[in-house]
């Protein structure tokens, strides 16, 4: 069982915006604004979207955005396309580890 | 572009010992820390373990804790793991990743990653 909580799956159309939330504790995402995101692809090596809650890494679109509220994290995709069907991920650090996972929420985009 | 290539994965009996590398070239190696992510066969990433720049400060994940070993060879620009005593569980997608700081002294997240190698664990 991940120490975070993410939607195991989200769809969307084309053009829309999406949020995935990622839920932790004050010991985790509510405690310190280190949470970031990555998306991954069938098959292939995870990329960093996100990172120190919202920021982008250079070059990224900026249809991808961070956000926090308390204990939960978001990842909000506006602007929908077919190449963000992927599985994304969030990560955060904890009191009891430097690294620890969401479970992962599988986007398709219909 | 930063690139980092992994090697040594494979399949190996219960028990046994396994080395995984990783080549990293397009970036000065010695200057980051680095880590090992794993993803078994249809699950989430679950974060291995970590290295220093200087190999000053390791860390590992309860779940490997005593059977994996992390290190690195910055003149090869190379980073490693060992692992011993492997177990069914142990089974995944090992992927070297490059850390960087966080906002909080002691947080890390992964801006390049490599294609994972593959071990099973298996009799």
């Known amino acids: 069982q991940s120490a975070l909580t993410q939607p195991a799956s989200l769809s969307g159309s084309p053009g829309q915006s999406i949020t995935i939330s990622c839920t932790g504790t004050?010991?985790?995402?509510?405690?310190?604004?280190?949470v970031s995101w990555y998306q991954q692809h069938p098959g292939k090596a995870p990329k960093l979207m996100i990172y120190d809650v919202t920021k982008r890494p250079t070059g990224l679109s900026n249809r991808f955005s961070g956000s926090k509220s308390g204990n939960t994290a978001s990842l909000t995709i506006s602007g929908l396309q077919p190449e963000d069907e992927a599985d994304y991920y969030c990560s955060s650090y904890t009191t009891n580890s430097p690294v620890v996972f969401g479970g992962g929420t599988k986007l398709t985009v219909l | 572009q930063v690139q980092l290539v992994e090697s040594g994965g494979g399949l190996v009996r219960p028990g046994g010992s396994l080395r995984l590398s990783c080549a990293a070239s397009k970036f000065t190696f010695s200057d980051y820390y680095m880590s090992w992510i794993r993803q078994a066969p249809g699950k989430g990433l679950e974060w291995v373990s970590y290295i220093s720049g200087s190999s000053t400060y390791t860390k590992y994940a309860d779940s490997v804790k005593g059977r994996f070993t992390i290190s690195r060879d910055n003149f090869r620009s190379s980073l490693y793991l060992r692992m011993n005593s492997l177990r069914a569980e142990d089974t995944a997608v090992y992927y070297c990743?490059?850390?960087?700081?966080?906002?909080?002294?002691?947080?890390?997240?992964?801006?390049?990653w490599g294609q994972g190698a593959l071990v099973t664990v298996s009799s």
């Open positions: 004050t010991n985790d995402v509510g405690g310190y604004n280190c």
């Open positions: 990743a490059r850390a960087r700081s966080g906002s909080f002294f002691g947080s890390f997240y992964f801006d390049y």
